[in-house]
T-cell receptor
């Protein structure tokens, strides 16, 4: 069965600094997609970034980028120039190409210090 | 685009009563809708998957007679918590998919059973 592991329950970063959130996953599928979702205090799930497994190039969305290591089954999220509004729970998620269910990690609570 | 709404955003009901939560895709046709439950400081737990016009598929451990799911149209799915008890108090989130791997999340419903 597929699993997603986030080993950092909490992380903290100084405003304007860079932070990296870790995520590893386990799968036997070759076709899949990976996501990072942000859940602020409002609890609305917000898609931060997505990565297709068949793409070698790491996805980037403005200040957010990923380090996708397919062989190591690692999918970390880097947040550059952290802002106070980045404070939230971050969930790593996986979906296989053959099934429709998202599998979430346990989440990492990110705090941003002014 | 790809907006999903949920109603109500908050609901308080008495123990033993039933409560219905609606999930609507506002600008696309959702062939599949998902219902999640989230306890405080935890990740999302998939409860069931519903396809338009078909019976929902429930995850192991989720009582289908207690959590009734209906997906009668391509834009509306409902979750009815029957004979609610305080332990059913939680945050319920729906998501919708137009047939691809992408899921779009609603803002969630906070249910409190007194």
């Amino acid at each position: 069965a597929q699993t997603v592991t986030q080993s950092q329950p909490e992380m903290s970063v100084q405003e304007a600094e860079t932070v990296t959130l870790s995520c590893t996953y386990d799968t036997s599928e070759s076709d899949y997609y990976l996501f990072w979702y942000k859940q602020p205090p409002s609890r609305q799930m917000i898609l931060v970034i997505r990565q297709e497994a068949y793409k070698q190039q790491n996805a980037t969305e403005n200040r957010f980028s990923v380090n996708f290591q397919k062989a190591a089954k690692s999918f970390s999220l880097k947040i550059s120039d952290s802002q106070l509004g980045d404070a939230a729970m971050y969930f790593c998620a996986y979906i296989g190409g053959s099934q429709g269910n998202l599998i979430f990690g346990k989440g990492t609570k990110l705090s941003v210090k002014p | 685009g790809a907006v999903v709404s949920q109603h109500p955003s908050r609901v308080i009901c008495k123990s033993g009563t039933s409560v219905k939560i609606e999930c609507r895709s506002l600008d696309f046709q959702a062939t599949t809708m998902f219902w999640y439950r989230q306890f405080p400081k935890q990740s999302l737990m998939l409860m069931a998957t519903s396809n338009e016009g078909s019976k929902a598929t429930y995850e192991q451990g989720v009582e289908k007679d207690k959590f009734l799911i209906n997906h009668a149209s391509l834009t509306l799915s409902t979750l009815t918590v029957t004979s609610a008890h305080p332990e059913d108090s939680s945050f319920y989130i729906c998501s919708a998919s137009a047939g691809s791997y992408e899921q779009y999340f609603g803002p969630g419903t906070r249910l409190t059973v007194t």
